[in-house]
């Protein structure tokens, strides 16, 4: 077996692989954010957007190859802050090309180009030579020796264009020109020279319908004399240059009428005419077998120029969102080499997944549109499990999509939007939001089902962030089938898989030893020992509540800190409810129930 | 205002005309050359009125004076057979160095006669939109976007290619063609088929040329809040306030099925402006709902207003259109031949009784009016 066919099965391998949807369960998509970025990223070309319909997620196993788009990507984002007219003039190029797509597959199929996607082609060549002039430019880039990721560099098509802009100058047009064929050249000279012909036989024919009708009719025009010039009407009827053609109300007409000599010329101008139609013909078959011959550069110029557009989408994207370059670490252990070791002891390479400074761009956009301050969030994960408490109105599911958010973008090749991302790539990346309501499923039922995805998959290296679980039922049994489902993976995970969980559950992380965050959460004096007349201070501006939530935004402290294991989940749902709103008479009440609770663990009313 | 007054005006208007008269000997391409439109709509009354006869004319005349035509139809036109009748039409001879724009599906043999230099992405039912010069000279059919923004977006191009000026040949019910956006100028196209007599095509003219030549408000300052209003998209009522006129949006898009709500919040407006398609029952309702003589309706150009009869309000637009001239067609396929000399007359004469005057051609005979007609509508 040679090097290729290897490679060959490699890729094969790759792509039965892929055929496992990364991000689960399909809602993921729209909740992480991730639809909408992807959605930000719009090629101007045709070639373009096929390159981005293709583009695929990578998975472990191509870091390498991950690791080479990124250094293209880099190249073009620091190519683009040094000579940014360079990109304007691409996106320009890009806007005006034209699809390819159609000539390349009847060429594929050794049909015969018609004529407009000749010119498409000739515009594909048009727009390779100035792509390929723009990257050499030393005027626009400067002297150094850029180095253009290879992908992106086009194959000259000048044999291409040889054939076929013959005649054309400068700019990209198509005709079947004279150049093409001699004998085309000489049938058309003969047919213009018969058509010569015919013109001065029938003009002079004209001449005498001149003096008649004091004007030179054209050659096929229709002469009408009104009916009351009887005197005309005879002359013209008497004239064997005039035909009569029909006789309305008020008028006869007339039209010149052909020659003998004229209607022979005429007939052979028309067997002219199909000789050079058929001419013509051959030479556009002609044409399309030598254009056929350089079908595979026409295939890589085309993917070239795509892959460009692309590049440059991606690169702009990154600008817009801060994005930065990953770290990806190679995970040591294969999961897809066959099945990991019972003893486990090789599987466990921990890898870890650092993010500082992660923003989440359409929470960013979101918050910054009515005025706040987004706060970026960092995160180190380097244990199997990690669980992350915070007051409601925390930011604990952002915190979570920032995350799954940044790898997603990774794993799709874009810069991620934060300050440092360092991370090993995923088989599949799992993120459990509230769902809405299913018909016939409860929240809990639909939470159950949902989980089964993930924990089918534990020979695959998962990202996995799981948004409260078990909160659809009692406290205490949520609690345990929570803590029984990390205390699972801690044991089961052979693939240095993560599980981020959000929750209110006291005691989780001490339950099960495992790195506990904590959003810093409200940053107040108050409390709801404090008096009546602060609240008030917040409620006098209230409308519908709304007032709350804004004091909320700005009490807020939504950054993440790395906290012991046992430190208490905290305890402000009343005092945010206070906030929001609610009547103090509830709120003293529900108070009372809560120290009761904390001190016998029962409440009697 | 009703028909009578609107005749009372134009007998005002006639007089100083005749003072001061058109250089007769001048024919449709003396005018068109002189009025400096770099891009020309033909516009049909109905389907077969002879417009692809006036597109020739124009064609042949424009091209032997040495200019560089470009040429797109804002339908399907210039077939062999008319697809709609079966009757035998005229197609388009472009002379060779013509630039056209028509969609690959019914160019056939005519492909090979042309010099391809762009396509279009968006493909119609006949397929890609081509822009091409044309290297000899054949007959080719004509089919062009429908939408007034592609078709636009296209005489931009046909001019950047090197044409001096674009006819475009508005097919049935493609007014669009002549929108102010797309085009500089308009010739309104009538014929036999127009009518059963002289008189009726004669009539439907006048009202024709009357709706297409509706001018701007003659205040400034409504005039500028008009163009606000036209660019918010959404219907706009023009009030009077202490230091002049204010400009009050009101939450309707369209006036299709709202016209009594709009009409009820305009109880003390001077004007409506209307961003999309004003209708015939919109003007009734303005025309039976408004007592005060002095309101009246904007629309945007005179092709978004679809009304049939004079309507008894005043109607003016934000961005006029210029009418050039009318042209004829004494004869139509189901054999009815006018007298072109009566006919032209008679329409030069119901036009100007409209209060708009135009020159009118029979391009066919070359009998032509200049009637009403003054040196000033040139300008």
Same mark, same amino acid.
């Given at each position: ?38 959605? !930000? ?19 472990? #196993? ?29 996106? #320009?190029?890009?806007?005006? =090309? ?30 390779? %030579? ?19 990721? *290879? ?19 400068? /700019? ?13 050249? =000489? ?7 018969? *058509? ?37 009407? *005879? ?7 005039? &035909? ?24 052979? $101008? ?11 013909? /051959? ?15 026409? /295939? ?14 991606? &690169? ?8 930065? !370059? ?18 486990? *002891? =090789? ?71 934060? #300050? ?8 599949? $990346?799992?993120?459990? &939001? /509230? ?6 499923? =409860? ?156 001190? %016998? ?5 | 205002? @009703? ?48 417009? @692809? ?48 724009? @028509? ?43 429908? @939408? ?232």
């Amino acid at each position: 077996m040679n090097e290729e066919s290897e490679a060959r099965i490699a890729r094969v391998a790759k792509t039965t692989r892929k055929e496992r949807a990364v991000l689960t369960p399909p809602s993921a998509r729209e909740k992480l954010g991730f639809a909408a970025v992807w959605d !930000r990223v719009t090629p101007r070309s045709a070639m373009g957007r096929r390159v981005k319909f293709r583009a695929k997620p990578f998975l472990p #196993g191509m870091e390498d190859d991950l690791d080479k788009e990124f250094d293209a990507l880099e190249t073009i984002v620091g190519l683009w802050s040094e000579s940014p007219q360079i990109f304007t003039e691409f996106m #320009g190029i890009l806007s005006n =090309s034209k699809d390819p797509f159609y000539a390349i597959t009847l060429l594929n199929d050794g049909k015969p180009l018609p004529h407009a996607e000749m010119f498409i082609v000739a515009h594909l060549c048009f727009t390779v %030579n100035r792509v390929l002039a723009l990257m050499t430019d030393e005027k626009l880039i400067g002297q150094t020796a850029v180095l253009w990721p *290879e992908k992106v560099v086009p194959p000259s098509l000048y044999e291409v264009e040889k054939h076929l802009l013959l005649g054309s100058q400068g /700019q990209p047009t198509f005709y079947v020109s004279d150049g093409y064929s001699e004998q085309l050249a =000489s049938v058309r000279k003969e047919r213009k020279q018969k *058509e010569k012909e015919l013109r001065e036989e029938m003009a002079k024919e004209a001449a005498k319908a001149e003096e008649l009708i004091g004007r030179r009719p054209g050659l096929r025009e229709e002469i009408a004399i009104r009916r009351r010039d009887y005197d005309t009407i *005879e002359k013209a009827r008497l004239m064997p240059e005039l &035909a009569e053609t029909r006789e309305t109300l008020t008028h006869v007409h007339f039209k010149l009428k052909p020659t003998r000599d004229a209607v022979k010329i005429e007939r052979e $101008i028309n067997r002219l005419r199909q000789k050079e139609s058929e001419l013509e013909e /051959q030479v556009l078959i002609d044409l399309s077998k030598k254009v056929a011959e350089h079908l595979p550069e026409i /295939q890589r110029a085309a993917k070239a120029i795509g892959e460009l557009d692309f590049l440059i989408c991606k &690169a702009e994207l990154a600008k817009t969102m801060n994005g930065v !370059r990953p770290r990806i670490v190679r995970i040591a252990w294969e999961p897809h080499a066959g099945k990991p070791d019972q003893d486990g *002891e =090789s599987s466990k390479t921990p890898v870890p997944l650092k993010v500082c400074e992660a923003v989440h761009p359409l929470v960013k956009e979101e918050v910054e549109a009515r005025g706040g301050k987004y706060q970026p969030i960092s995160m180190e994960v380097d244990s199997t499990v990690s669980v992350i408490t915070g007051p409601n109105m925390g930011g604990k599911t952002v915190a979570l999509a920032t995350i799954g958010l940044c790898a997603t973008m990774v794993q799709w090749g874009l810069m991620a939007p934060c #300050g440092y991302i360092e991370m090993g790539l995923y088989d599949f $990346i799992h993120f459990q &939001a /509230q769902e809405e309501e299913t018909p016939g499923l =409860s929240s809990f039922a639909a939470e159950i089902v949902s989980l089964k995805q993930p924990l089918s998959r534990l020979d695959e290296r998962g990202l996995i962030l799981l948004d409260e679980v078990g909160r659809g039922t009692n406290p205490s049994q949520g609690l345990s089938l929570c803590a029984a489902l990390l205390s699972f993976y801690l044991e089961n995970d052979r693939t240095s898989s993560h599980v981020i969980v959000t929750t209110h559950y006291h005691g989780l992380a001490d339950m099960l030893q495992v790195p506990h965050w904590q959003v810093r959460g409200l940053t107040t004096d108050l409390s709801l020992d404090s008096p009546q007349k602060e609240f008030a201070e917040i409620s006098d501006t209230w409308a519908n509540g709304t007032d709350g939530i804004q004091w909320l935004y700005r009490h807020m402290d939504y950054s993440l800190q790395k906290v012991g294991p046992d430190t208490p989940t905290p305890h402000d749902a009343l005092l945010i409810a206070r906030v929001l709103g609610i009547n103090k008479e509830i709120i003293e009440k529900a108070e009372f129930f809560y120290k009761a609770s904390q001190r %016998n663990g029962e409440v009697k009313i | 205002m @009703t028909q009578e007054k609107s005749r009372a005006c134009g007998e005002k208007n006639r007089k100083p005309a005749e003072k001061k008269h058109q250089d007769k000997s001048k024919d449709l391409s003396d005018l068109v050359i002189e009025s400096g439109a770099r891009s020309l709509a033909v516009i049909g009354t109905a389907k077969n009125v002879g417009k @692809t006869v006036t597109m020739n004319y124009l064609v042949s005349e424009l091209s032997s004076r040495g200019m560089t035509l470009g040429l797109i139809s804002s339908g399907r036109d210039g077939e062999i057979i008319d697809v709609l009748t079966g009757e035998p039409k005229p197609s388009v001879t472009p002379p060779a160095g013509t630039w056209i724009a @028509t969609a690959e599906g019914v160019l056939g043999e005519a492909a090979m006669n042309i010099e391809i230099a762009d396509v279009f992405e968006r493909t119609g039912i006949f397929g890609r939109i081509i822009i091409g010069r044309m290297v000899e000279s054949v007959p080719i059919e004509l089919v062009g976007p429908p @939408t007034a923004k592609e078709l636009s977006l296209i005489v931009k191009n046909l001019l950047a290619f090197g044409a001096d000026i674009v006819l475009v040949d508005g097919a049935l019910d493609r007014k669009s063609a002549a929108s102010p956006q797309v085009t500089d100028a308009a010739i309104l196209s009538t014929g036999a088929v127009a009518g059963r007599n002289i008189r009726a095509i004669a009539e439907e003219m006048g009202f024709w040329v009357w709706l297409l030549s509706r001018p701007q408000h003659d205040d400034e300052r409504i005039r500028a809040l008009a163009r606000k209003a036209v660019e918010k998209e959404t219907v706009c009522l023009i009030r009077r306030s202490a230091d002049g006129f204010t400009l009050d949006p009101i939450p309707y898009v369209t006036v299709l099925g709202n016209e009594d709500d709009i009409l009820e919040l305009a109880d003390d407006a001077v004007a409506v402006v209307v961003p999309g398609a004003v209708t015939q029952e919109f003007v009734e309702a303005v025309w039976s709902w408004v007592e005060d003589e002095e309101f009246c309706v904007i629309a945007r150009d005179a092709v978004s207003i679809f009304v049939d009869k004079m309507p008894g309000i005043s109607l003016y637009v934000v961005y006029p259109m210029r009418v050039l001239a009318a042209t004829v067609n004494p004869s139509s396929f189901a054999d009815v031949q006018h007298d072109s000399e009566e006919l032209v007359r008679e329409i030069a004469e119901e036009i100007s009784r409209w209060g708009h005057p135009l020159p009118v051609f029979d391009v066919v005979s070359g009998e032509k009016s200049f009637k009403g007609v003054s040196g000033l509508v040139m300008g």
